[in-house]
Structures are given as structure tokens and as C-alpha cells.
């Protein structure tokens, strides 16, 4: 075992490997010591022969070790799942629109908060105020990091030490644990529980309505559906019957749309638009999600409300930066032709494409990899499955939609949950399906540019 240590290299030589690396030298030796690190505990678990520590292999294997190690944490990943907005993979894929206004942004000083036209400092907030009023209906709005900030900010605005009164059927959870009444209650406003899971009236508003009042939130359940016996008061009712009283109207509307979605079957989730008209003062809602955007948190309502808003010390830590506000902005111009939009916004196109198109992307990726694997070896299969939106969005809808399916005949050697686990592994990883005893590709999230990609992973693990 000690002629094994002997060995191994020392720190110095293996730098010689990287001396024409652009890695920071304080990691890349860090990298070097981990590596070794690593190779002398097998050696303490008898797992390396003298083969393995041949100069060859230790070259090959310690710069594989330090490009993992020294790569970027963020890594493209192929997503195969079917989940169009997964949130685990970073949700809305943005349009190439918008990534060019991202690099320009980035690569260059910017006019973020410089008036041009008076030479002097201007208001980042405007820059894309004007376009999401024309698409809205809204008089004023504002645009935070993510929805949960922008819920936060208006309550924190307009209700700190008064009461809000919520639907029990809305006091709701989102991803990561993130629930209504402690983004309230962080706020500074008290939550005023009215009605019961499954039934609210609107005499329930009424009897808890006092001086103290603040306001009535509604809250969309974007990420799940009372269904049965079931009802609630309709949005016109539940605003003429709050302006009576001169308390306003909130609707945190989570995963905000522009499009009806109805025409390409999805049921129909309220737009921004319609929740804007139905008389509510104040819709809170996301950029990255069903809007196919950057993550951010928009507030659009009446302007009186949303200058409050704006005088709000805690606007300054929930800002967006220039990068979000220009993808932002490229993104809402799209929206003014919408046979444009379900083009360019990967995240409507995903959601709108047609069965016939899938069904021939399919077909193309069921090609590629039958021409790389043998027949013998596998079966590649077509099947009709379904897709989901995701991000909160449409829970009971299911898009379908067609997957690749791989059919191992020797599933002992490869089994679709060994393939599943091996693919995490590659460059780039990609993320699949396994139902059953397939492992599934769902054309519906794969760019027909990673269909390449696909078969060299593919053959790479098997």
C-alpha cells in the first residue's frame, strides 16, 4: 500500500498540467489536494491497483476531477421531463429577444436610471411601467424580485397594523414553504380569517369589516382547485361590495398570464387584464412563469396605491437590477402581437405546440437515436403521454403530448432508473421520465437542436 501513496503525484506537478489555465490559483490547488485527497483514501479502501495510478490515467482523471470541480455551479440542463415552467430547472427559458437585451445590458453602461431626454437621474421603475399598463389596463405599476416580494411590499405599504381579511380557501402554500399568513404577518398587517375551506359569501366580508380594516386580499389557487361543493364571490361583486365600505381591493394572482389560454385548451386562468377590469385596485403576480420572463414580482393597479408603494424604504432591497428589467422589458414587447409571442416566448410556444408538431418531433428524435443504438439491444418506442405547465400553473390540465421512450431488453446490464441516474451525470445532464419500466423523453421541453446532444449522452452511459 505504501508503494501505491509513492505514486502519486505532488501538488507542484499537477499544476504543471493547468499552467496554461485561466483557473485562480488558490482553487485550483484546492482542487488538486481534494483530488489527491481522494485518490489516497481508495487506496486506503483497496480500491486502486498500481494500473490505476499509471501517469496516463492519474493526468486524464485529475483534469476531469478539477474542470468539475472549477466549472460553474449553474450548468445547462437538458430538460426531458415534460415540466414547461419546472421550477428545480429554473422555470421560463427566456426569448432570444430578451437575452440579447440581457447581454447588452450587461456588456455595456446603461441609461437604468438616467433620463436621456433631461440629462439627469432618472427612475428605473419606468422602464417597463408603460408597456405593462398598455397590456394590463393598469394605471401605475411597479416591479419587484419575485411575486412573494411584491405581496409582501404592498401589504407592508398600504395595511402595516390593520387587518386584511382572506378566504380560508386562500390562505395558501407555495414552493419552498412559502405560506400567505407568514408572508402577512412579516408584513405587518393582520390576517382576518373569513368562511370556511370550501364556501365564502359575501356576508362573510361583511361581518368583519370594522375601522381597522385595511383591505381584502384574494388570493388565486393557481396550485390547486377546490372542485365539488364549492364557491366564493366573484371578483365585480367582491370589489363594488369593498368600495362600499372605501377599503380596497388585492388579488395575488401567483403565475400572472397575458393570454387566454382557453383556444389551446387549457381552462381558462384569469389574465391580468380581466382581474385589472373586474374593478380590483391592486394585481400582484410573476414574471418568470406563465409570463415567460425573468423572475420578478409585478404590481399593477391604481396609481394611487402603487405610489404608496413606491415610498416604501424596503423597495430599495426588493429592486430589480438592470439584467432582470431589461429581459423584462424585451419580453413585454413581444406581447403586443400575440401570434408573434406564442412564437418567440419558449414558454408559450411549449405550452400552445400543436400534437401534430410533437408527434413529428418525436419521430425525428425516435430516428436519431435508432441509427446509434442497436436493434438488438433496445426498442425505441413512440408513445402518447402528457406534458404539465407547472410553476403553479393550470393543476389540473395535463398537455399531451408524445415521449421517446427507451425499452432496455437487458434491463438487469441498464434499467430505466439506471439510465435515469446516469444522465444526471453528464455534459450537459439531462432530466427524463421513468414510468413503468421506460425511461421517457418528452419532445414537448427538448430543443430539437439537443436532439444530437441526446444520442452522444445516450451512447456515453450505455
Do not use: W
Amino acid at each position: 500500500m505504501s508503494s501505491l501513496y509513492r505514486l502519486l503525484p505532488s501538488v507542484d506537478v499537477c499544476l504543471q498540467l493547468f499552467r496554461d489555465s485561466l483557473y485562480p490559483h488558490a482553487l485550483l490547488c484546492d482542487a488538486i489536494n481534494a483530488f489527491l485527497q481522494e485518490q489516497r483514501s481508495q487506496i486506503k479502501a483497496n480500491k486502486l491497483t498500481e494500473q490505476d495510478l499509471e501517469k496516463e490515467y492519474l493526468e486524464k482523471a485529475l483534469k476531469v476531477y478539477v474542470d468539475k470541480a472549477l466549472s460553474s455551479p449553474i450548468k445547462k440542463v437538458i430538460n426531458a421531463s415534460g415540466v414547461v415552467i419546472h421550477t428545480n430547472l429554473g422555470r421560463s427559458v427566456l426569448a432570444q429577444e430578451a437575452v440579447e437585451a440581457v447581454t447588452l445590458a450587461a456588456s455595456n453602461y446603461c441609461n437604468l436610471e438616467f433620463d436621456l431626454e433631461k440629462g439627469e437621474r432618472g427612475s428605473r421603475h419606468s422602464l417597463v411601467e408603460k408597456d405593462i399598463c398598455k397590456l394590463t389596463g393598469a394605471e401605475a405599476t411597479l416591479v419587484v424580485n419575485n411575486n412573494a416580494a411584491a405581496v409582501y411590499l404592498m401589504l407592508s405599504s398600504l395595511c402595516e397594523g390593520g387587518e386584511v381579511i382572506v378566504s380560508r380557501g386562500e390562505l395558501v402554500e407555495i414552493g419552498g414553504s412559502f405560506r400567505i399568513p407568514e408572508v402577512m404577518k412579516r408584513s405587518g398587517a393582520i390576517l382576518q380569517e373569513i368562511g370556511t375551506t370550501n364556501k365564502t359569501h359575501a356576508k362573510d366580508y361583511l361581518e368583519v369589516i370594522n375601522s381597522n380594516t385595511k383591505a381584502i386580499l384574494k388570493v388565486h389557487t393557481s396550485n390547486y382547485r377546490i372542485i365539488g361543493f364549492h364557491s366564493d364571490v366573484a371578483n365585480t361583486d367582491l370589489a363594488e361590495l369593498a368600495h362600499k365600505n372605501n377599503i380596497p381591493v388585492f388579488f395575488d394572482l401567483g403565475s400572472g398570464s397575458l393570454v387566454n389560454f382557453a383556444e389551446y385548451g387549457l381552462r381558462g386562468e384569469p389574465t391580468v387584464e380581466e382581474i385589472i377590469s373586474s374593478g380590483v385596485d391592486i394585481v400582484t403576480f410573476s414574471g418568470d412563469k406563465v409570463l415567460g420572463g425573468p423572475q420578478a414580482g409585478i404590481i399593477a393597479g391604481k396609481k394611487e396605491y402603487i405610489d404608496k408603494i413606491k415610498k416604501n424604504q424596503m423597495l430599495r432591497a426588493l429592486r430589480c437590477d438592470k439584467l432582470t428589467l431589461s429581459a423584462l422589458s424585451a419580453t413585454l414587447r413581444l406581447y403586443y402581437d400575440l401570434s408573434i409571442a406564442v412564437q418567440k416566448i419558449p414558454t408559450l410556444r411549449a405550452m400552445t405546440i400543436a400534437k401534430e408538431e410533437l408527434y413529428k418531433k418525436a419521430q425525428k428524435l425516435a430516428r436519431i437515436l435508432r441509427s446509434a443504438l442497436p436493434k438488438t439491444s433496445v426498442d425505441i418506442l413512440i408513445k402518447e403521454n402528457n406534458s404539465r405547465v407547472g410553476g403553479g400553473s393550470f393543476p389540473e390540465d395535463d398537455l399531451p403530448t408524445y415521449v421517446v421512450c427507451l425499452d432496455f431488453k437487458q434491463k438487469d446490464l441498464v434499467s430505466a432508473q439506471v439510465l435515469k441516474e446516469r444522465f444526471l451525470q453528464t455534459n450537459p445532464p439531462l432530466v427524463g421520465r421513468v414510468e413503468r419500466e421506460y425511461f421517457m423523453f418528452d419532445v414537448r421541453t427538448i430543443q430539437e437542436e439537443e436532439f444530437k446532444i441526446i444520442k452522444e449522452l445516450l451512447l456515453s452511459i450505455i
